[in-house]
């Protein structure tokens, strides 16, 4: 998973796996979800980032370590 700012658009992109992207669709208004062919979730777009959260933290829990096989 990557967390990708965009300054000029003011838009954080969660970019949640390597799959392309074939679709998109506005959930609601300012956030965007892409779709695989599949029609699995393979991106979120937030855009208006900086004025709805604080983007100068980042914080994770509970995330398994990367040695850690996921079911």
Do not use: C, H, W
């Not at 658009?9 to 959930?27: G, H, K, V, W």
């Not at 991106?43 to 980032?49: K, R, S, T, W, Y």
């Not at 914080?59 to 398994?64: A, C, K, V, W």
């Amino acid at each position: 998973m990557k967390l990708q700012y965009y300054p000029e658009t003011d838009s954080l992109y969660i970019d949640l796996n390597a799959r392309p992207s074939a679709d998109s669709r506005e959930i609601t208004d300012g956030l965007v979800a892409d779709f695989d062919a599949e029609g699995r979730i393979v991106g979120l777009d937030i855009q208006n980032a900086s004025k709805i959260m604080d983007l100068r933290v980042l914080e994770t829990e509970s995330l398994p370590s990367p040695k850690t096989r996921l079911a």
